[in-house]
């Protein structure tokens, strides 16, 4: 394969990086920085995608502290790699557009997640012990990532998934108290005669609180991948197939705080109903619609033919009407409405997570 333009540096001596990264704290970010370094992008973060718990930020050198607390308060739910993991089809390599649907309420959903802040973006998905995955996330905010590009990064993507797993063994070898994020699930190895080889920081916070018996006892009462609560926690367990003497026949624990998940929900009611909340006209409801899309005021007249100073006296009475100030506002006054009318969801589910029985 010709190396493509947009690939720079040396790529053999970042594969020797990447080598050198694993079993370290920093695994992530050395990984996610060297990658960076071999395409062209603005930005880059990781995150990891758990079973049931909320997505976690484990390297951010993209978002503002006001895009991180949009994304973990709620924007979150309408993340379109959630979605992915959520439905059990993850892809190893994909983009922000190869992953939008034709389904109108998800292609609604991805137009006003992509405004909060992610653009556009490629992403690689490591699978991880749990049914997680870690995603190395690289964000432009001009043009698409080409075809060429995402060949590139499958091509490199077998070594990646080999070096995520030897990290994953010498993080536990090594008893790291990090093993692939740690902020919002406790992780146990249990051997087969009941020891425990190995857990992670937050497991060890859980059982401040929990005799750590009964986490793992409870855990283990149930079929092998089949989840629990326990009080406000969700436990579940599965062998290791991690290829390690140490590991091989071990059993891996995970305690995980539950969250809501993906938004499944069509768009267009809760549009409705937000804009008779605040009594808007049709055409203060087309511009909110296009702003929400991220569209600029050039191109929300164009859209709706009018001209750019009256989509900007529209948006003047927009703004006093919701009693707000700027096009952010707007955007997150409808995240409030629309995560204020949705369903509770009382137990995390999905294709890839099973249900509660």
């Avoid at 579940?236 to 705080?257: L, N, Y």
């Avoid at 804009?275 to 005021?297: A, H």
Wanted: hydrophobic share 40%; charged share 20%; aromatic share 10%.
């Amino acid at each position: 394969m010709t190396t493509p333009a947009c690939i720079k540096g040396d790529e053999v001596g970042a594969v020797a990086q990447i080598i050198s990264a694993i079993g370290s704290e920093s695994f992530y970010e050395r990984l996610v920085g060297l990658l960076s370094g071999l395409i062209d992008c603005e930005r880059r973060l990781v995150v990891k995608y758990s079973r049931f718990a909320a997505p976690e930020l484990l390297v951010n050198a993209s978002l503002d502290a006001a895009a991180i607390e949009n994304y973990l308060s709620s924007l979150y739910r309408l993340d379109p790699l959630l979605r992915l993991v959520e439905s059990g089809n993850v892809p190893a390599v994909t983009s922000f557009d190869e992953i939008r649907t034709v389904d109108p309420a998800n292609a609604f959903f991805d137009e006003i997640f992509k405004s909060g802040e992610i653009l556009d973006e490629l992403a690689i998905l490591l699978p991880s012990p749990g049914h997680a995955y870690i995603a190395l996330c690289f964000d432009r905010q001009a043009r698409c990532f080409t075809t060429t590009e995402m060949a590139w990064m499958r091509r490199l993507y077998p070594i990646l998934v080999d070096a995520h797993a030897a990290h994953i063994r010498f993080a536990i070898q090594g008893r790291l108290g990090s093993l692939f994020g740690d902020g919002q699930v406790g992780v146990a190895v249990v051997a087969q005669d009941g020891g425990l080889v190995y857990r992670n920081t937050n497991w060890s916070r859980l059982c401040g609180e929990l005799a750590e018996q009964q986490l793992i006892d409870t855990a283990l009462a149930m079929p092998e991948r089949a989840p629990v609560r326990l009080e406000e926690r969700i436990l579940h367990w599965e062998m290791s197939s991690i290829d390690h003497a140490q590991i091989r026949a071990c059993r891996i624990i995970f305690a995980e705080t539950g969250s809501a998940g993906y938004l499944k929900r069509d768009a267009q009611a809760p549009l409705q109903g937000f804009y008779q909340r605040y009594e808007l006209s049709p055409r203060e409801c087309q511009i909110v619609e296009k702003v929400m899309r991220g569209y600029c005021n050039s191109s929300i007249a164009k859209k709706l033919g009018l001209s750019p100073g009256t989509v900007k006296n529209y948006k003047q009475r927009l703004y006093y009407k919701l009693d707000i100030t700027s096009e952010r506002e707007i955007f997150s006054l409808f995240m409030q409405y629309l995560f204020e009318e949705s369903d509770p969801v009382a137990a995390p589910a999905g294709a890839a997570s099973g249900d509660f029985s």
